[in-house]
């Protein structure tokens, strides 16, 4: 399992929720997308889609008004 810089992952105003909710819908995607195809995972979906995320492969978009908080 590789550490994350948190401070990178989160540049700009994404909020840490918003990050959590974005981790949990791709890494669903991800497991979805390997059962759908009958492929077995060796990494763990959440860990594959924090390292999407942290690549810059998916933005992270979140309302207006949770951006400053």
């Known amino acids: 399992m590789v550490n994350f ?3 990178k ?3 700009g105003h ?6 959590v909710i974005a981790v949990a819908k791709r890494a669903r995607e991800i497991s979805e997308n390997a059962a759908e195809e009958g492929e077995i995972l060796i990494e763990k979906p959440v860990s594959l889609a924090i390292e999407e995320i942290a690549d810059n492969k998916y933005d992270i978009i979140e309302p207006e008004e949770i951006r400053d908080i």
């Open 5 to 7: 810089d948190l401070n």
């Open 9 to 11: 992952i989160l540049k």
């Open 14 to 19: 994404t909020s840490r929720y918003s990050l």
